[in-house]
């Protein structure tokens, strides 16, 4: 069974910064993207960012772009997400999810085959 598992989350003073980590654990898998999306209380599940595991091409979100920055370890086989400048709007669970075919919409949450079970990033004001 595969399983992602994501970790840096936690309480951040607005104007801070953080970067989340998401590592697969048990059984091994071809990835071809990794992405990144968030969900606030309420809200919709939403994209964030996402890799090509080969060659390291990144997207982004337009709302996201300049404070977000996605990247990938291939030997530590760990993908990151640096976030700066934090807002308490982006006070939300933030989830890893990888996608093992060849898909282009990188921002639709159903191409992904996995998902971690979150981890909560607070921004207070």
């Known amino acids: 069974q595969v399983q992602l598992v994501e970790s840096g989350g936690g309480l951040v003073q607005a104007g801070g910064s953080l970067r989340l980590s998401c590592a697969p654990s048990g059984r091994t898998f071809s990835t071809y993207a990794m992405g990144w999306f968030r969900q606030a209380p309420g809200k919709e599940r939403e994209f964030v960012a996402a890799i090509r595991w080969s060659g390291g091409t990144t997207y982004y979100a337009d709302s996201e772009k300049g404070r977000f920055t996605i990247s990938r370890d291939n030997a530590k086989n760990t993908l990151y997400l640096q976030i700066s400048s934090l807002k308490p709007e982006d006070t939300a669970v933030y989830y890893c999810?990888?996608?093992?075919?060849?898909?282009?919409?990188?921002?639709?949450?159903?191409?992904?085959?996995?998902w971690g079970q979150g981890t909560q990033v607070t921004v207070s004001s």
């Open positions: 999810a990888a996608m093992t075919y060849v898909s282009y919409n990188y921002h639709l949450k159903d191409r992904y085959n996995y």
